[in-house]
Nanobody, 114 residues
């Protein structure tokens, strides 16, 4: 049972990235999925959530209108499309599944800098 994030990297302000989180070992299509992030010296912050059947969808205030969460239940993957990135979006991004007591991925680093 695991979640594996990918797609992080270095991007300039105003740029875009797509993060992926591949799930295995459980029935992905039965569980809501979320993205969180944690910047250095700060608490982990909620980014977005998507229900098991791709609804409902919700976003944190700091990313609403710029980020889009989606999922592919055939590929057992959840995505985070990030547009108009800002330096304050720099963080480690974590995938989370509403599986049992909660399942976290290992995280992927996103750095927004010129």
């Amino acid at each position: 049972v695991q979640l594996v994030e990918s797609g992080g990297g270095l991007v300039q302000p105003g740029g875009s990235l797509r993060l992926s989180c591949a799930a295995s070992g459980f029935t992905f299509s039965s569980y809501g999925m979320s993205w969180y992030r944690q910047a250095p010296g700060k608490e982990r912050e909620y980014v977005a959530r998507i229900g098991a059947a791709a609804a409902p969808v919700s976003y944190g205030d700091s990313v609403r209108g710029r980020f889009t969460i989606s999922r592919d239940n055939i590929l057992s993957t959840v995505y985070l499309h990030m547009n108009n990135l800002k330096p304050e979006d720099t963080a480690v991004y974590y995938c989370y599944a509403d599986y049992k007591m909660g399942l976290w991925g290992q995280g992927t680093q996103v750095t927004v800098s010129s």
